[in-house]
C-alpha cells in the first residue's frame, strides 16, 4: 500500500481557515526555520519522542527494546533507534510516544469524511499543512488524496511554505479552495540565514498562484528580533500592489511553546535568540497594510 | 451558600439584577441560611387529626392543604413583586413527614453540617420529637414502600444496583401548560362542578372513586383561592399603613394582582407571573414532588400578556424584566426540602430542579422565539442563579442571534444554559405515542427529561447501574464491595469461551435485576395512586378532572415511567476493553485481568496501560468501542421500553445520572477499562472521564451513534477551555458544534468551561484529564501533554480570558 508520511490529524480546528476544520499534518519539510515550533515535522521519518518529565525509570523500554536503543538506561539512542514502537506500548508512564506513521489517502480520506456535518455546518473542510504537504512523497497520492476529498465535497485549504515546484501547485489547484501561504522573510539573504534556503521559487509560486487566480491568504510569521521591523514587511505590501491578490493577511507572532518538543527530540532548543514581538508592534505592522489599503489583515491564526 | 457562588462564578464587584431592588433580594436570596420550616407538618397533622376518617383520602389530601393555605404564617417583604413563600421566608424547607419522616438524628445532622446545611432550631427538634414524629413515623410512604420490597430488591437497593426515587420525594417530574393562563382556579372549580355532575353512577363502577377526587380537586381550588386572597388583604393592609409612596403603590398592585390570580385568569404580565407562582407554590406545598414543579414553555405563555401591556403603554421592557427577575429569585428561594436517613447524609444540593425551556417551536409547528425568550436570556445571564435552571431549546428554526447569544451566556462557565433539541424532542414524544399538537408544547424538565408539558406524568423511577451489573457477571453473580451474592450464578468471567457468551450472561444479568426494580417500582405506584393522590396537581394536569382520576393514578394525558441508565461510557470501556484485550488481540489472558481489577491495578502498571493507553474507547469516534455502546444502549433500550406500569402507560428509558455516577462507583472494584476502584463511573453519555482524546467532533459523533430518539433524553457534558470558545471564532464553532450534534439527533448538551481550579487539579491528576484539551498558541494540545512549565503559563492565563 503506497502511504503518505502524516505525524498528526487534528480535529476541530477552527483558527486555520473557514469554519470547523480537520487538520492533516504531513511529515517532512523542505525548510529549516530556526523558530520552528514543530521540530518533529521536518523528519519524514517516524521518529520516538520521549517525554523525561514522565518517565519513571522503570526500565520496561530497556528490557523491551530488540536493539537496545534504549540501552541499559532509558534514554533513547538515536543512532539506534528505527523507531520501531515497541518500547511505546510498554512503557506504563507513556513517556514514549511515536511520532508519524503511514497513511494512504483512502485513510485519511476515511478519517476526514468523519466530521463532514461538522464542515458542512461550519463552512469548513480539511487543512492539509506540516511539515510540509507539498513536498510529501510520493505527490502522485497527495493528487490523489485532494481528488478524493474533493469528490466528497469537502473543501481543502493547503496550508504552505511555498518551496516546490509550480507544477506540484498547479496539480492541486483546482481541488483547492483556498492556500495559506506563508511569507518568512523577503530578504533573500534574511531569507537564507534562518530559512536555511533561498526565498525565489517560494515568492515566484506566489505570484502565479495568484496569476492563474488561486485564492490566496497570507501568513507572516514574526519573531522580534528577526523578521519583526517595517523593513522586513513593507516589502510584502510592495508585493501585494504589485498585483499579488491575497484576501487576508495573516500576522503569527513568534511563540515559545515549541522548545519542549526539542528536548522530547533529544535536540538543544532554540535558545534566547528568538523573542516574542509586543502587542504594540503587531498592531504598527498591520498599519503599514491597512495604510496601503489592505483592510483585510488580522493578528493571529 | 457556598454552592451557589460558586455556580454564579461571580465576583465581588459584579451587578446582579437589573435594578437595586432586585439585586437586594437575590442578595437576600443567596445569603440566607436554609432553615427547616416546621408549620407545615404541625399544620398537617393537625388536619389529619381533624378529617382522617371521616373524608376519602383524596380529600383529606386536599383538606390538607387548604388548612395549611388558611393558617400558615405569611408575609410581603418590602420590595417584592411577585409574593408568596413555601416557608417563611427565603430559604425556608418545609418538610413532608406523611412521604418521610426525619428522625431527631436526621435533624441534628442537617443542623450540625457544614455543607447543604439546614439549620434546626431547638423548638423545632422539640416539635419534631414530641408531635411529628409520634404521629408520622409508621404513617409515612417511605415505611410503607420499604415494608412492601422484596428481599432481592432490598439487597440491590443496598449494594448501589439501582436507586428508588420515589421513597423520599412524591412522583412528580411534572410541568404544567398555558391553560393557568386562560383559565383562573374559580373558572376550574366549574369544569370540576361539570364533571361530577356527569358521573354515571348507573353504570361506571368507578363513579364513586371519581366523585371523591373531584371533589378534592374543588377543595384544592378553594385552597389556592385562600392562598391568594389573604396575601390580597396583607398587602391591602399594608398599604393602609405605608408611607413611601412608592412601596404603597407596589402594594396596592400586589393586593390587586391576588384578587384577580388566582381565582381568575391573569389580565397582565404581572399577573401572568404570579399566577404562575401561586400554582407553583400550591404544586409544591401540597406534596414533595420530584423536580418541584416547572412553568413549561414560559416565553411562549406569558408573551401575550407581554406584547397586551406593551402595546397598551403600561408595561416597558425593563419593567418585564424586573418581573422576571423578581419571579426567578422566588424559585431560588426554595431549597430542595431535606431528605432522611443515608440519602441525606448524602446529598449535595439545595436545588429543587426547576427547569425553564425558553425558545423552541410553537404549538403551530413554527419558530417559538419571541421578546420574552430574549428577556429570559438576558434574565439569566443576569441573575446567575442555581434555581430555576434556565435552560435553552434550540430547533432548525431558531434564529442564529438567539442560539449565538445563549452561547454567549453559556460560555461564561457557569453550565446554564444548556442546551435542547427541539426536533429530538418532537420525535421522543411522537415514537412514545403522543399527538403532534401536544409534542409541540413539550420540553425537558429535572436535568434532561422529556414530556408533553401539562399532559403527562412522566416519573422517573431510579438510576440503574450498568456498569456494576457487568462487575457482577465478571464475578458469577457475586458482589465483592458487599460481600454476598447478589446475581445470578451465571458462571464466571474465565468460564465464558467468548466475548458474545460474556456480553449473553451480561444481558442474562440486566434482566433479572430489571425485574426486580420494576416490581418494585410497580408497588410504589400503586401505594401512591391509593394512599397519597395529589388533587391539586390533577387540577392543572390535563385529562385528570375529565377522567375523574388523579395524577398519581395515571389520570394525566399520557403515564410514563422512566428509568435512568447510568454508566454507559464506562461500561462500553470496560467490554471494549475485554472483547480487544483478551477475546480479539489476547494480549492479557482473563484471570491475569480479574485479578489485576480485584488488587485495583496496583501490581500491574502494563495491565493498567493496556487498557487505558491501547484500547478504543466510546468518545473517539472509534466504531469498535462504539459499537459495543450500541450493542448496550440497544439492549437496555429494548430491554425497558414498552413494559407496562401501573398507571395505564409504559416503561422507557433516560440515560442520566444527575451525580448517581459517583455513588455508582463507589460501589465498584476496579473495572476493566482501568477505572481505578470506587472511583466515580462516567455521567451520562459522556465519555469515561480522560477516555476521549480527539475533541469535541469525536465525543459528539461517539455519543450520535445512540439512538437518542428512541429514550426520553439523554444527557451530555462537554468540557472547553476558555480559550477554545472565545473570541467571534470561538462562538461561532460553539454554535455550530450544537447545530451539527443536533442534525445528528443529540438530545442535549451542556457546557463546562474549564476554571483555574480545574487546570490545577488536572495538572495534579494528569491520569484523570487525558481528554482536557488546551489552546496552546495557535494550535491546541492535550493538557496533559505539556510541561508543568506550559501548564503553569496555561493556568496563569485562563482566568481572564473572560474578564
Redesign the interface.
Known amino acids: 500500500m503506497v502511504s503518505l508520511p502524516v505525524f498528526n490529524i487534528?480535529?476541530?480546528?477552527?483558527?486555520?481557515g473557514d469554519?470547523?476544520r480537520t487538520t492533516v499534518f504531513f511529515k517532512g519539510c523542505p525548510l529549516r526555520c530556526a523558530w520552528c515550533h514543530n521540530p518533529e515535522s521536518q523528519k519524514p521519518e517516524p521518529q520516538l519522542l520521549w517525554?523525561a518529565?514522565k518517565c519513571t525509570q522503570?526500565g520496561?523500554c530497556a528490557a523491551a527494546c530488540p536493539r537496545g536503543a534504549a540501552g541499559d538506561s532509558v534514554r533513547v539512542d538515536r543512532e539506534r533507534c528505527v523507531s520501531c514502537g515497541v518500547c511505546v506500548?510498554?512503557?506504563?508512564?507513556?513517556a514514549r510516544q511515536l511520532s508519524g506513521k503511514g497513511m494512504s489517502p483512502e485513510q485519511i480520506v476515511d478519517e476526514a469524511k468523519?466530521?463532514l456535518?461538522?464542515y458542512e455546518?461550519?463552512g469548513g473542510g480539511v487543512t492539509l499543512s506540516g511539515g510540509e504537504v507539498m513536498t510529501a512523497e510520493p505527490f502522485d497520492e497527495v493528487i490523489r488524496l485532494c481528488r478524493l476529498l474533493h469528490e466528497e465535497g469537502i473543501s481543502i485549504f493547503v496550508d504552505t511554505c511555498g518551496m516546490a515546484p509550480y507544477e506540484r501547485f498547479d496539480a492541486i489547484r483546482a481541488y483547492t479552495d483556498c492556500f495559506l501561504y506563508d511569507i518568512k522573510a523577503m530578504d533573500p539573504e534574511k531569507h537564507k540565514k534562518w530559512i536555511g534556503a533561498d526565498n525565489r521559487l517560494i515568492l515566484e509560486n506566489l505570484r502565479c498562484l495568484s496569476r492563474d487566480g488561486a485564492r490566496l491568504r497570507l501568513r507572516i510569521p514574526l519573531v522580534e528580533g528577526i523578521n519583526a521591523e517595517p523593513e522586513d514587511v513593507l516589502p510584502v505590501v510592495e508585493l501585494l500592489k504589485e498585483g499579488v491578490r491575497a484576501e487576508k493577511i495573516h500576522l503569527?507572532p513568534y511563540?515559545t511553546?515549541g522548545q519542549?518538543k526539542y528536548r522530547k527530540l533529544g535536540r538543544s532548543g532554540q535558545g534566547e535568540l528568538f523573542r516574542v514581538p509586543s502587542q504594540e508592534k503587531l498592531e504598527s505592522l498591520a498599519e503599514l497594510f491597512r495604510q496601503a489599503g489592505y483592510s483585510q489583515v488580522v493578528i493571529?491564526? | 451558600m457556598e454552592v451557589q457562588e460558586k455556580q454564579g462564578g461571580r465576583t465581588a464587584q459584579e451587578q446582579h439584577g437589573c435594578t437595586e431592588r432586585v439585586r437586594r433580594l437575590r442578595e437576600e436570596s443567596l445569603n440566607t441560611q436554609p432553615r427547616i420550616y416546621m408549620e407545615r407538618a404541625v399544620l398537617e397533622t393537625e388536619a389529619y387529626q381533624k378529617y382522617e376518617g371521616t373524608v376519602s383520602i383524596p380529600e383529606l389530601r386536599a383538606l390538607t392543604l387548604r388548612h395549611f393555605f388558611a393558617n400558615k404564617s405569611i408575609s410581603i417583604p418590602k420590595g417584592e413583586l411577585i409574593v408568596g413563600e413555601k416557608g417563611d421566608g427565603p430559604q425556608s424547607a418545609p418538610t413532608f413527614p406523611e412521604l418521610c419522616c426525619h428522625t431527631v438524628e436526621d435533624m441534628r445532622i442537617m443542623d450540625q453540617r457544614e455543607l447543604i446545611r439546614f439549620a434546626v432550631t431547638p423548638e423545632d427538634l422539640k416539635t419534631q420529637e414530641e408531635t411529628i414524629i409520634p404521629y408520622w413515623e409508621n404513617r409515612s410512604i417511605r415505611h410503607k414502600i420499604l415494608n412492601s420490597m422484596s428481599d432481592e430488591w432490598k439487597a440491590a437497593y443496598e449494594c448501589g444496583i439501582f436507586t428508588e426515587f420515589m421513597e423520599q420525594r412524591g412522583p412528580g417530574h411534572t410541568v404544567g401548560s398555558e391553560k393557568i393562563y386562560h383559565k383562573g382556579f374559580a373558572d376550574y372549580k366549574e369544569e370540576i362542578q361539570k364533571a361530577m355532575e356527569s358521573l354515571d353512577f348507573m353504570g361506571d363502577p368507578e363513579a364513586l372513586h371519581k366523585k371523591e377526587e373531584l371533589s378534592a380537586m374543588s377543595i384544592a381550588c378553594d385552597a389556592v383561592m385562600i392562598l391568594g386572597q389573604r396575601y390580597a388583604e396583607l398587602a391591602r393592609s399594608m398599604a393602609q399603613e405605608e408611607t413611601d409612596p412608592q412601596w404603597k403603590a407596589e402594594l396596592l398592585t400586589i393586593a390587586e394582582n391576588c384578587t384577580v390570580v388566582p381565582a381568575h385568569k391573569p389580565e397582565t404580565f404581572h399577573q401572568a407571573l404570579q399566577m404562575y407562582w401561586f400554582v407553583h407554590l400550591a404544586v409544591t406545598s401540597e406534596l414533595n414532588p420530584w423536580d418541584s414543579y416547572s412553568p413549561g414553555r414560559l416565553d411562549q405563555h406569558v408573551y401575550p400578556f407581554y406584547k397586551a401591556d406593551k402595546d397598551a403603554g403600561k408595561l416597558t421592557r425593563d419593567q418585564a424584566l424586573e418581573l422576571l427577575e423578581c419571579l426567578w429569585i422566588k424559585f431560588n428561594n426554595q431549597p430542595a426540602p431535606p431528605k432522611v436517613g443515608i440519602t441525606l447524609k448524602e446529598s449535595g444540593t439545595y436545588t429543587d430542579f426547576a427547569n425553564i425551556n425558553t425558545g423552541g417551536i410553537a404549538p403551530d409547528g413554527t419558530d417559538g422565539v419571541n421578546e420574552v425568550s430574549y428577556l429570559i436570556l438576558d434574565c439569566m445571564d443576569d441573575m446567575k442563579l442555581l434555581q430555576p435552571s434556565s435552560n435553552v431549546q434550540i430547533s432548525r428554526k431558531t434564529p442564529q442571534k438567539f442560539l449565538l447569544r445563549a452561547c454567549e451566556i453559556s460560555r461564561k462557565g457557569w453550565g446554564q444554559p444548556a442546551f435542547y433539541n427541539t426536533e429530538a424532542i418532537l420525535q421522543e414524544l411522537l415514537a412514545a405515542g403522543k399527538s403532534i399538537e401536544d409534542a409541540r408544547r413539550g420540553g425537558t424538565s429535572g436535568c434532561v427529561e422529556t414530556g408533553a408539558f401539562g399532559n403527562e406524568a412522566y416519573i422517573l423511577t431510579g438510576y440503574f447501574n450498568l456498569p456494576k451489573i457487568l462487575e457482577l457477571t465478571l464475578y458469577n453473580g457475586y458482589d465483592y464491595v458487599a460481600d454476598r451474592q447478589l446475581g445470578l450464578p451465571l458462571g464466571s468471567a474465565e468460564d465464558f469461551h467468548s466475548y458474545e457468551e460474556l456480553l449473553d450472561a451480561y444481558h442474562k444479568q440486566i434482566d433479572y435485576f430489571l425485574d426486580i426494580k420494576m416490581k418494585g417500582s410497580n408497588i410504589i405506584e400503586s401505594i401512591y395512586a391509593n394512599y397519597m393522590p395529589v388533587p391539586f396537581l390533577s387540577i392543572i394536569t390535563n385529562d385528570c378532572i375529565s377522567k375523574g382520576k388523579d395524577y398519581n393514578a395515571g389520570g394525566a394525558r399520557y403515564n410514563t415511567s422512566y428509568l435512568q441508565g447510568v454508566g454507559i461510557g464506562t461500561v462500553t470501556d470496560c467490554l471494549a476493553a475485554i472483547r480487544y484485550q483478551v477475546y480479539q488481540e489476547k494480549n492479557i489472558p482473563m484471570k491475569e485481568l480479574l485479578r489485576a481489577m480485584r488488587e485495583d491495578f496496583v501490581n500491574d502498571?502494563?495491565i493498567?496501560?493496556?487498557v487505558q493507553?491501547?484500547t478504543p474507547k466510546y468518545g473517539n469516534?472509534d466504531d469498535f468501542a462504539d459499537a459495543v455502546m450500541q450493542d448496550v444502549f440497544g439492549y437496555y433500550q429494548k430491554a425497558v421500553t414498552g413494559r407496562p406500569n401501573q398507571r395505564g402507560g409504559s416503561y422507557r428509558i433516560n440515560m442520566l445520572p444527575t451525580t448517581c455516577h459517583v455513588y455508582f462507583g463507589e460501589v465498584m472494584l476496579a473495572s476493566a477499562n482501568g477505572r481505578r476502584a470506587h472511583k466515580p463511573v462516567s455521567e451520562g453519555i459522556s465519555p469515561e472521564k480522560g477516555a476521549d482524546t480527539?475533541?469535541?467532533?469525536?465525543v459528539l459523533?461517539s455519543c450520535a451513534k445512540m439512538d437518542h430518539i428512541r429514550t426520553g433524553g439523554t444527557l451530555l457534558n462537554q468540557k472547553f477551555t476558555p480559550s477554545?470558545v472565545a473570541g467571534e471564532?470561538?462562538l461561532?464553532?460553539m454554535a455550530?458544534?450544537i447545530?451539527?450534534y443536533f442534525?445528528?439527533d443529540g438530545h442535549h448538551i451542556q457546557f463546562n468551561v474549564i476554571d483555574r481550579q480545574t487546570l490545577l487539579d488536572a495538572q495534579a491528576h494528569p491520569e484523570e484529564y487525558k481528554d482536557l484539551i488546551v489552546?496552546?498558541?495557535?494550535?491546541?494540545d492535550h493538557f496533559r501533554?505539556?510541561?508543568?512549565a506550559?501548564q503553569d503559563e496555561i493556568i496563569a492565563r485562563t482566568e481572564q480570558s473572560f474578564s
Open positions: 487534528q480535529k476541530y480546528c477552527i483558527h486555520d469554519g470547523i517525554d518529565e522503570c520496561a506500548r510498554v512503557c506504563p508512564a507513556g468523519k466530521d456535518m461538522f455546518q461550519s503569527l511563540h511553546f519542549e493571529g491564526g | 502498571p502494563q493498567l496501560s493496556l493507553n491501547f469516534d480527539h475533541g469535541p467532533t469525536a459523533r477554545v471564532t470561538g461561532m464553532q455550530n458544534l447545530r451539527t442534525n445528528m489552546r496552546v498558541a495557535g494550535y491546541s501533554n505539556l510541561s508543568k506550559l
